[in-house]
């Protein structure tokens, strides 16, 4: 009750009179200035506020409405030793209120008073090539990697995930970039619900036996216009002494050709990845048969920029990701996503979370508008079929039909999203869902049937 007071007096404060845009202009805030840091020491931070509803559950087992109010703050300290040597630190604090036993609930929403980062940084100038900058990582950090389909530091979602190990990044003088992790991917504790709901503070903690690494290439120097970048990723997975895990040796390399949004031309993108290893079924310590793993994912979309005020970018996108064809052959051919991302394309995640990067294939056309610098929105439509009408459902775990029976179609989708950076110090941002079921959801076992699920949530984000 006391954090959703604190939402309501901030949305006052900051939207009603006495406290327009332009005044707020003229009280840019900064913790560093506030104090007088020494120029060695920076501590900056941010907190969002999210309220969201969801009404008409499509999970199994799952049913009537949920609402969560989720709280992030993070604050990041930086100590600069010299021009080439600081030390990065980072808290994280994400809680959950309002919601319930019947809520979504797990830890990529709630992760109270844990350390996202610490890591020891170096940069260094001209190595191999002269006008070249290399930027090593070591410890506990946070990871973007190329358009965030595989490895993201998460923006949407609550909890952002954290890895431990090595990160070396080399940018060339024409932009030419490599990049290279070894790293370990933290596991989010707790997990239970009930310590969940109850916002309980357990550390983080590595698995040994979590590993993962990769190398990244990018260049912006292709013909027509054109940027790529190539990359190759491991995953090897093992049970640790509190972890169990479906024991994934999975290898991923792909491509990523595009090129980027301008006023008046046409613009695409395609990406694909290829997996191929070994998996098991379940995380079950009794499951010890290996499944051969080979599994692809793509992604296409074309885009045109009109010459117009607004700035409306119209474009189509199409995406691609595998299912197991047959629950019994002894092979698995589900994409397995990893740690990126889902909001961008298919919709608002958290208590939503409808539908991800596996078992799926998906049209849609979105339209964005940009009226001025800081505002920002798009509309955008998607259908959705399985990938594999033998597999589940990803989005809503526990729905599957190994005959096939029930159908491929899980409906359409309409989202509007708008974000408002009204003052340095905060953005605002909003968004409305609409799933419409398809035969899948009428015909599976376990559905809840409950019609159409409608999502909205609002934002406030504070920074200092």
Known sequence: MRSFLAFIFLTGFYLFPGSSVLALEEKHWQLNRAVNLPEWLS????????????????????????????????????LRFSKTFEIHLELQDARAELADEGSRMNSSIVNSAELLEAN??????????????????????????????????????NVIQG??????????????????????????????????????????????????????????????????????????????????????????PGFRIYRPAKKGRLDYELESMFQFGT????????????????????????????????????????????GDDDPNDGNNERFERLFGPNVTEYGPTSIHTAFVRANI????IRLEVKPSRNLFAYLSYRAYWLASDRDGWEGASGLRDTTGNSGSFLGHQLFVRAKWNVHSNFKFEGGFACRMDGEFQKNVANSPKAANTIYTYTSLTLTF
């Open 120 to 157: 020891l940084v170096w940069k260094v100038n001209n190595l191999f090539s002269e006008g070249s900058q290399s930027t090593f990582r070591g410890g506990r950090l946070t990871m973007d990697i190329g358009k965030r389909r595989f490895i993201a530091r998460n923006r949407f979602r």
């Open 163 to 252: 890895y431990t190990g090595i990160d070396w990044n080399w940018v060339a003088k024409d932009k030419t970039q490599v990049r290279s992790i070894l790293t370990m991917p933290v596991n989010r504790e707790p997990s239970a619900v009930a310590d969940l709901l109850g916002n309980d503070v357990t550390f983080d903690e590595e698995n040994l036996n979590n590993i993962l690494w990769g190398i990244f290439v990018s260049t912006p120097h292709l013909p027509g216009e054109n940027k790529g970048e190539l990359y190759f990723f491991g995953l090897h997975e093992d049970d640790g002494s509190n972890v169990k895990t479906r024991n994934r040796e999975v290898y991923t």
């Open 43 to 78: 501590i900056t931070g941010e907190h969002r506020t999210r309220y969201e509803f969801l009404n008409n559950q499509f999970r199994s087992r799952s049913v009537g409405s949920d609402q969560i109010l989720s709280l992030r703050t993070l604050v990041q300290t930086d």
């Open 361 to 364: 294939r998906s049209p849609g």
């Open 279 to 322: 998996v098991r079924a379940t995380t079950a310590v009794s499951d010890t048969t290996d499944l051969d793993h080979s599994a692809y994912f793509h992604h296409f979309e074309a885009g045109y920029t009109f010459e117009a005020d607004w700035s409306p970018r119209l474009y189509f996108e199409y995406d691609y990701a595998s």
